[in-house]
DNA sequence: GTAGAATCGGAGAGCTCTCTCCGTTTGTCC
DNA sequence: GGACAAACGGAGAGAGCTCTCCGATTCTAC
C-alpha cells in the first residue's frame, strides 16, 4: 500500500530517497499535529515542492497511511500475540494501557483510533475497512478471555472498550496536560475491573 | 453578549423574528452538526442571505456562542446548586452524569465542553475565559466535598475528572452507538468511586 | 400613500486547502 | 559528454469557508 515500487522498475536513486524523507517528515509531522495537517505544510516542512510529494502518494491519505497503518497493524498483532496468555486479565488490562500510551505520544494516531477526528481525513480505521474490523476483533478475543477469567465486568462489550479507548485518546489531546490519557486509562480500568462485592 | 437590541432602538419586528428564527435554526443545527457547521450552511437551513445572519450576529462564534453560552451555564448554576446538598458523592456523580447526558444531546455542546473541536472554532469555553474557570471551579468544589465524604478516590485532581468528562462526550461523538456516553459514564464513575478493599 | 430608515440578499473578495499540469532540472546509461 | 527518461517545482484550477458591501426590498410613522 502506497508501495508502488514493488512490481515496476526501481525508483532512480534520488527519487527513492527524496520518498523516504517525505515519509519521515510526515511521519514526524503527523506525531505532532495529527490528521489536520496540510499537505502543502508537509511539503514545505520537507524542503519539497507540493507536486513532488504527491508524485509518490496520489492523495493525501494515501501518505498518512503510508506512515500509519503500519503502527495499528501492530496492535493487532500484539493482541493476537495475547490471545493465549496465562493471566487473561493481565492481557488484557496490559493491551489496553500499552495501545493508550503509545497512541498517546502521536497526534495522529490519537485523531485515527479516535474514528477519525471529524475534520481531518479518513485515514484506515474507518468503519467496515478491514483494518478496523481486525483491531476490533483482535480486541474484543481478549476482552472475552478476560471476562471469562473474571478479570472484567461481564457486562461490558467490545464497543464499549472501544469506545473507552477513544475517550483516553481525547483526553490526551485535549487536556492541557500532557499524560492525561495515561491517568484516564488508570481510571478506566478501575471502572472495567469485575467487582469483588 | 449578542444582544445588542438592548440599549439603542428596539429592532424592527419583522428583524426580531427573523434574530428568532436563525437562533432556532442555529440551535438545531448545532446540536445535530457541531461547531464545524459552517455559516453558509445555517443561513440557507433558516431560509435566509448570509448577510442577513451576519447582521445578527457579527461572527461565526458570536451566533454560536448566543445559542450554547447558557446551557453550559446552566451546568455551573447546577453545580453550585449542589454545593451543600446532603449526600456529597450522590451529589458529584449525579452532576457528571447529567451533564454527559446532555451534552450526549448536543453536538455542538460537546465539542464545546471537548474544549472546542480542533477543526471548529474556538466557543466561550476557550482555556482562561471566565466560564471555562467557573466551569472548572464549580466541578472543582463538588469533586473536593465528594473526595472529603469518602465517595471518590482522593487521588484525583479536577482536571482530571474534566477529561473524564471529554472523554464520555467523545464517546458519544465517534461512536456508532448511540448512548456511549452515557455507558461510558457509568464505567467511569466506577473507577472514580472510592475503594473499600 | 409616501418618504425615509431599517433590513435583506447574495455576489464576490480574500483566504486555505487539495490536487494537476507542464516547463525545467537531474540522474542514468552508453 | 550527450541523449533521454525520470523526477522536480510551483503556479494555478477549483472547491469551500468567513465575512463585506451595497443595490433592492420592506417596514413604519406620518
Not at 524542503?47 to 513532488?52: A, I, N, R
Not at 502518494?57 to 497503518?69: G, I, N, Q, R, S
Not at 495499528?72 to 498483532?77: C, D, T
Not at 485523531?111 to 483494518?131: C, F, I, K, N
Amino acid at each position: 500500500m502506497g508501495d508502488d515500487h514493488s512490481a515496476a522498475r526501481p525508483l532512480r536513486a534520488d527519487a527513492r530517497r527524496n520518498r523516504e524523507r517525505v515519509l519521515q517528515i510526515a511521519q514526524e509531522a503527523l506525531a505532532s499535529d495529527g490528521l489536520t495537517i496540510s499537505f502543502d505544510e508537509i511539503a514545505r516542512r520537507a524542503g519539497f515542492g507540493v507536486g513532488t510529494v504527491y508524485r509518490h502518494f496520489p492523495t493525501k491519505e494515501a501518505l498518512f497511511e503510508a506512515v500509519l497503518l503500519g503502527r495499528i497493524e501492530r496492535f493487532v498483532a500484539d493482541a493476537r500475540a495475547l490471545a493465549t496468555a496465562e493471566d487473561a486479565g493481565r492481557a488484557f488490562f496490559g493491551w489496553f494501557a500499552r495501545v493508550v500510551e503509545q497512541a498517546a505520544a502521536n497526534q495522529a494516531l490519537c485523531d485515527m483510533l479516535d474514528g477519525g477526528s471529524q475534520a481531518g481525513p479518513q485515514v484506515g480505521l474507518r468503519p467496515g475497512s478491514t483494518l478496523a474490523d481486525d483491531f476490533g476483533a483482535a480486541l474484543g478475543r481478549l476482552l472475552a478471555r478476560a471476562q471469562r477469567a473474571g478479570a472484567v465486568r461481564a457486562d461490558l462489550t467490545g464497543r464499549d472498550v472501544h469506545d473507552l479507548l477513544r475517550g483516553c485518546l481525547t483526553a490526551e489531546r485535549r487536556s492541557l496536560a500532557r499524560g492525561g490519557a495515561v491517568r484516564m486509562a488508570e481510571v478506566f480500568c478501575d471502572g472495567m475491573r469485575a467487582r469483588t462485592y
